[in-house]
């Protein structure tokens, strides 16, 4: 890595804003090489302006991820017989062989259903094809899962009910263009910085002709630049929309043509609504009525309004329905499919969009197909060239399902891949009890010592972003190619060359013969064809040559003639083409305060941490920024409480315990609690945020209602305290000092 290298474009790896980033190599004549935390050389990162998804732009974590790509790496197989014995190296042909004797007893034993794998948005879409192929086509169970099943899984259930496929109608463009922009159950600010950096500038640029609302508990760096912020209860927000709409057509705000030519499914709507009356709603939310009517002006009166959502929405027990109330709203005023509006759900990662397209999710099939469809199920089978029946019918365990099926005894093989259940899965120690009953629980990562890696038999050294040639779709449904500018680390490889040599070791040798990722993106390009999330015209050579493409893109599309945003011409992807007000009642949480429970804990992100901190984690700038996780809460909350700003506090739900320490604020609304979800057991000052969630999850989409659950908050003496991480120690006091149970 000593020579000079030219600088290189590809996409950032962490949030679903899918930044364009230039990539400088580590060793430049004249100047000294810098180094990362384990000595290797580092590579740097910056905007990179020609790519239409930034312009330019990167927050601190695409600006520092040159600095995760080599310290604390896993370099080898390794493997061990029980959770309790040490991991020793073994080789890669023993590892998959492990895996394939695994699969072979299985099958014999309990069928394909005893059989799962949990990926990733992290994944290339190549990673996730070919995972799909495996598990779908070779194997015959549709229990793969990834985590986008906790992250937006509600909005691809409420894009297909309202709009008949998945698939963000708007793109970043609007942001330039909208005159209410309605943020709701999004910290924009912190977890899409670039986007929010450009949702600002339009609002300094026409300060009295653009306005900003925010719908959060808590207010956040993003709801600090709102024009209108409403604090509404956790749980409210489906409420919040129907009073909305009853305020709209009370106006006779509603766009009767666009209705009537256009939707279907309105009178159900109208009949839900009508109970929905300011009052009330103003009520169930905790909000003031005058603010709600403001904010129904806003849709009344503006020509483009476009809504922005993202986890606050999705994880939920309602998510789907929250989702549809959303798009209600922009049925309602037609306010969709032009410039500068519509509904658009920000992803959480890189590159759950590709997964979605890819068919990665236990119901799925590539091309935005549905395994319960006999058509679509028959030509994926044909494009595979595997026999018919081969796919089955039923929808496979999703990502809490699979975890309900160890804890039952009936999964033998656990393959995790580029995620780190340990820390992002609700109710962890049931987690943790359900993993021991699986007989092989194999980790695809590219770094050691994470938490799920204490719960794992083999460990696979996968190659990650950087040092494999692969796509990635970001939330405004752009493709950028990812090229592999690093030598893998260590023995690792990329994800998609372990399922496919598994595939072959099985004896599927054509189907998982591959020369490169290059033609595995082909075939699974080709089976998008005629698809709404067509990309059969691209292949890794074309968007090396003209870079980062929106899909559609069929075969012969015109690279200078980009399809920005879906249903301009008001036929939807429905198959009467018409779009369908999707309406449910609210119910609110699934578990509210109580008098045991009071207060309602509800999780977030900070700016300079992503995810479960793999990687963020590495980096001795973002860890200054965050050095620990805080529990945030009203002043008065904590007068009633007992507690004290800046002193530690122990934190308990139905389900588990932690100590963290107190930050008082009145950015939080009375009732509730904030606490980060990123800190797992390996790190300091651990906090298993997501041990204290609940699994409860929304009917339709399956996804988890990670934002919201009952505890109580106690303070934790200092004179007393239990040494850091005796664990057992810390749970018999806190049993005593909080006594609740
Ligand atoms: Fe990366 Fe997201 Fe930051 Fe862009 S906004 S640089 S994609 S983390």
């Known amino acids: 890595m000593t020579e000079k290298i030219k600088n290189l474009t590809t996409q950032c790896p962490y949030c679903g804003v899918g930044c364009g980033l230039e990539m400088q190599p580590p060793a430049e004549i004249g100047k000294a090489v810098r180094r990362d935390a384990d000595g290797y050389p580092m590579w740097r990162s910056r905007g990179d302006r020609n790519h239409p998804s930034n312009l330019g732009q990167i927050c601190i974590k695409g600006a520092t991820v040159g600095e995760t790509l080599s310290p604390g790496r896993l370099n080898q197989p390794l493997y061990r017989d029980n959770f309790n014995d040490k991991y020793r190296p073994i080789s890669w042909n023993e590892a998959t062989d492990k895996i394939v004797s695994q699969i072979k007893k299985s099958l014999i034993k309990k069928g394909p259903n005893s059989i799962a794998m949990y990926g990733s948005g992290q994944f290339h879409t190549e990673d996730y094809y070919i995972a799909q192929k495996l598990l779908k086509g070779a194997l015959g169970t549709n229990n793969f899962d990834a985590n986008s099943r906790l992250c937006m899984s509600s909005a691809v259930a409420g894009y297909n009910l309202s709009l008949g496929s998945d698939g963000p109608p708007c793109c970043y463009e609007d942001l330039d263009h909208y005159t209410v922009a309605f943020l709701i159950g999004t910290n924009t600010a912190e977890c899409h910085p670039v986007l929010f950096q450009r949702l600002l500038k339009r609002k300094k640029r026409h300060p009295d002709k653009v306005k900003i609302i925010v719908i959060d508990p808590r207010l956040t760096d993003t709801a600090k630049a709102a024009d209108i912020y409403l604090p509404i209860a956790p749980g409210s927000d489906l409420a919040l929309l129907y009073g909305i709409a009853n305020l709209v057509l009370k106006k006779n705000g509603q766009n009767t043509e666009f209705i009537e030519n256009h939707t279907d499914q309105y009178s159900e709507f109208l009949e839900i609504v009508k109970n929905w009356t300011p009052r009330k709603v103003a009520r169930f939310c905790g909000i003031p009525e005058k603010k709600l009517e403001e904010v129904a002006n806003m849709f009344n009166h503006h020509e483009r309004v476009l809504s922005l959502w993202s986890m606050g929405v999705n994880q939920r027990r309602e998510g789907t329905a929250v989702v549809g109330g959303l798009i209600n709203l922009h049925l309602l005023t037609g306010q969709i499919g032009k410039e500068g509006a519509g509904p658009f759900s920000l992803t959480g990662q890189p590159n759950a969009m590709g997964g979605r397209e890819a068919g990665g999710l236990s119901h799925l099939l590539p091309g935005y197909r549905h395994v319960a469809s006999t058509k679509h199920r028959q030509v994926v089978e044909n494009h595979w060239d595997f026999p018919a029946g081969s796919i089955s019918e039923e929808p496979g365990l999703n990502a809490w399902q699979q975890i309900e099926a160890m804890e039952k005894g009936e999964i033998d093989l656990w393959w995790v891949a580029a995620t780190n259940p340990l820390v992002s899965m609700p109710d962890l120690n049931r987690v943790k009890a359900a993993i021991k009953n699986c007989s092989l629980v194999v980790l695809s990562e590219a770094y050691v010592n994470t938490e799920t890696s204490h719960y794992a038999h083999l460990l696979l050294p996968a190659a990650q972003w950087s040092e494999k040639a692969g796509v990635m779709t970001n939330s405004e449904r752009r493709i950028t190619y990812c090229p592999a500018f690093r030598p893998c680390f ?71 003639k980009e399809a920005k945003r879906l249903y301009e011409d008001k036929r939807f992807a429905t198959p009467n083409g018409r779009a369908q007000f999707y309406t449910k009642q609210p119910m609110g949480i699934a578990e509210p305060p109580c008098d045991m429970y009071p207060l309602v804990l509800t999780v977030g992100r900070y700016l300079g941490q992503w995810h479960t901190m793999t990687r963020t984690g590495k980096v001795n700038r973002l860890n200054k920024m965050h050095p620990e996780p805080l529990l945030e809460i009203h002043p008065m909350d904590a007068k009633d409480m007992n507690i004290k700003d800046g002193e530690l506090s122990a934190l308990n739900s139905r389900r588990g315990y932690l100590t963290v320490r107190v930050k008082e604020t009145d950015r939080i609304r009375r009732g509730t609690v904030f606490l980060p979800m990123h800190w797992g057991f390996t790190q300091t000052n651990h906090c298993e945020t997501n041990n204290l969630m609940h699994e409860q999850s929304c009917p339709v989409s399956k996804q988890p209602e990670l ?35």
């Open 707 to 741: 934002k919201a659950s009952a505890v109580i908050v106690a303070p934790v003496n200092p004179v007393n305290q239990p040494i850091e991480n005796d664990k057992k120690g810390f749970v018999k006091y806190v049993k005593e000092i909080v006594n609740i149970q």
């Open 490 to 560: 260590g023995q690792s490889r990329p994800d998609w060359e372990i399922f496919a040599e598994v595939g072959q070791k099985l004896g599927f040798i054509d189907q998982f013969t591959y020369g490169s990722s290059s033609e595995v993106y082909s075939e699974f390009t080709a089976l998008t064809h005629g698809r709404l999330c067509d990309s059969s015209g691209l292949n890794h050579e074309l968007l090396k040559s003209i870079g980062p493409q929106q899909w559609p893109f069929p075969k012969g599309g015109n690279p200078t």
